[in-house]
């Protein structure tokens, strides 16, 4: 026990993390005998290194100086000002052995299991609810492993009396800037229902705070939050999910609106997605539910897309969409501006921010009728022929490099205000990604290309098929199809993966029989076959694909026979081509990954299963 003792301030954490291991094993075999006589020591040195000290940073400035590298780091630029120092030292440097020791805890409460719940002391929960306010977010991590570790051991009665002060701590942790912290936190709060969630009053003092919180990172950016969190809300809430929703809709509606103002842009984007589920999902089974908080909801999508990050802009476009179709006439003040906004991103330099701006024009067609229907058709008239006027040296990402800035393109130009300054560590989000909102707006600021604007006013077409499949036809597919024939310029080929895409949709939303006519003879469906047969060989892989998926759909549609006659009355060399391609299994997508610098993933959730 005295070695144990001595090595806990070891300057090798490795030797650090051998205590706790051996300590587990004390424990197991000698019971909790060995906690009493390491608790004092161990609880002192947690104490003593939450705050970091100035002959600390001395030490590790010392250590710099020998390894010859502080003449090479900017930070370290007055040694003999020690204040300073600790200042300019990074979040997760000067702790010492903080973060071990917590580790050694966790390892103790796993060998004693339920002997250690009378020790589980105000000391513990001091302990935790410091390390969740901790600016170390390996210290937040730990903290709330040791958490969850405390609830596992624990029996419901032990939970029932120490929750009152844990689970504010565990909501705290769900709501981390820190995608880690998260999980971590996610593992007490599943750990915490597992053991609480049969007894009625947990439920209703508890359920207020944590049901919003999961609700949201079910659709969080980190993998392992957003799925280790839906598992949790299909073990918690099963088919009950609308219930609780509905009961608890203050505190959700209240949460989503903080969260669309959070720092972190990927919190922003989640609260989006949040938004949009509840207008897709809930408003059609108890509307009444978030009516009250339409107002609030609306001002914080609005300010959403605004937002510096097209991650941000996009998810919010969607949930607009979604939130005009689920409540036009309180959706009507804002509507001029909103038009404005959509119509403007739907000639975005980002492929997705472009389709879901027409998604959201054509829920608002849905909703707003026939005014609405011929305002929109005016801008499709007038973008979808601009790829005609594209300059040949056409750009894909205008005044964007390849390289991406925590989901945002960066820019070429050199940008002085923001050059050669404090650096930020991975996921110090908040000074890059600024949040819109009022006169700030940072959707507008790359220049948009001519083709960009024709492949958005393709994705319109298809809205505003499904909405008025008449109107459309009688516009003319022509206008359409005349797209495939450009090829003058560099993403032609990106514009034409667009148009094949959605032909078949346009196809299917017009109707058998009004699509047949356009095989008769001086139609436009030569037109269509040419386009298509020319780009299944296209030296883009995309475009290739996606026009084989194209009349693939278009022979099952209409029928395969009745296809391939009209394609030997056109062009005979095709006909072995496109029996090849009817035998072929297709899968819709692009063959190859698409070039955008992020690619915004639609997901089902088991939300779904209890509205349904």
Not at 219 to 242: C, D, F, H, P, Q
Not at 481 to 486: A, N
Not at 503 to 520: E, H, L
């Amino acid at each position: 026990m005295e070695i144990c003792k001595r090595m806990i301030s070891d300057k090798e954490f490795r030797v650090r993390i051998a205590v706790g291991t051996l300590m587990k094993t004390l424990v197991v075999t000698q019971g909790i005998q060995i906690y009493v006589q390491y608790k004092e020591v161990l609880l002192a040195d947690i104490e003593n290194h939450f705050v970091r000290k100035v002959d600390e940073a001395e030490e590790d400035l010392g250590q710099l100086l020998n390894q010859q590298v502080y003449y090479d780091n900017p930070k370290l630029q007055d040694p003999g000002d020690k204040e300073a120092w600790l200042k300019k030292m990074h979040d997760t440097e000067g702790w010492q052995n903080l973060e071990t020791s917590m580790r050694i805890l966790q390892n103790i409460i796993e060998g004693a299991q339920l002997s250690f719940a009378p020790y589980i002391s105000s000391d513990i929960f001091k302990i935790l609810l410091r390390s969740s306010k901790h600016l170390n977010r390996f210290v937040r991590e730990i903290g709330y492993f040791v958490c969850n570790t405390i609830f596992s051991i624990c029996d419901l009665e032990t939970i029932k009396k120490i929750s009152p002060e844990f689970a504010p701590v565990v909501g705290k942790g769900l709501a981390d800037n820190w995608s880690q912290v998260r999980y971590a936190a996610s593992t007490a709060c599943r750990t915490f229902w597992e053991k609480g969630n049969s007894d009625q009053e947990m439920r209703e003092l508890y359920y207020p705070m944590l049901i919003p919180r999961m609700c949201l990172n079910r659709y969080y950016i980190a993998e392992g939050v957003k799925l280790y969190s839906l598992k949790t809300w299909m073990n918690v809430v099963g088919e009950k999910g609308l219930e609780y929703v509905v009961k608890y809709s203050k505190e959700v509606c209240d949460y989503y609106v903080m969260q669309c103002r959070a720092e972190n842009h990927a919190v922003r984007e989640a609260a989006c997605h949040c938004i949009s589920e509840l207008c897709s999902k809930v408003v059609p089974m108890k509307r009444e539910a978030v009516a009250p908080f339409v107002e609030s909801l609306l001002s914080a999508l609005m300010d959403c897309f605004k937002d510096m990050s097209w991650p941000v802009r996009d998810s919010a476009c969607v949930a607009l969409g979604q939130f005009v179709k689920a409540f036009p006439e309180e959706s009507k003040s804002v509507l001029p501006e909103l038009k404005k906004l959509w119509t403007s991103h739907l000639g975005d330099n980002i492929n997705s921010v472009r389709e879901n701006s027409a998604v959201a024009l054509g829920n608002a067609v849905r909703a707003f009728g026939e005014t609405m229907f011929e305002e929109v058709m005016q801008t499709l008239k007038e973008w979808l022929p601009l790829a005609f006027t594209q300059p040949e040296d056409s750009k894909k990402f205008t005044n964007l490099s390849e390289e991406t800035q925590f989901g945002v393109a960066k820019p070429k130009e050199i940008d002085i205000e923001h050059t050669d300054k404090q650096m930020y560590s991975c996921g110090g989000l908040a000074p890059t990604l600024r949040k819109g909102g009022g006169d700030q707006d940072f959707g507008f600021q790359k220049a948009q290309e001519p083709w960009e604007k024709s492949d958005g006013a393709i994705y319109l077409f298809r809205e505003l098929a499904i909405a008025h499949p008449k109107k459309i036809i009688s516009f003319g597919l022509k206008n359409l199809y005349e797209l495939g024939r450009v090829q003058e310029f560099k993403h032609s080929a990106n514009m034409k993966e667009t148009l094949f895409k959605v032909i078949p949709d346009i196809m299917k939303a017009v109707g058998k029989n009004p699509f047949k006519t356009q095989m008769d003879p001086g139609n436009d469906f030569q037109l269509l076959i040419e386009i298509l047969f020319k780009n299944i060989n296209n030296n883009n892989r995309n475009c290739a694909h996606e026009a084989k998926i194209c009349i693939h759909e278009i022979g099952k549609f209409l029928g395969t026979n009745i296809l391939k006659g009209r394609i030997e009355e056109i062009n005979p060399h095709w006909v072995q081509d496109y029996l090849q391609i009817m035998s072929t299994p297709m899968v819709a997508g692009p063959l190859i990954p698409v070039e955008y610098p992020h690619k915004l993933e639609q997901f089902e959730y088991y939300f779904v299963t209890s509205m349904t």
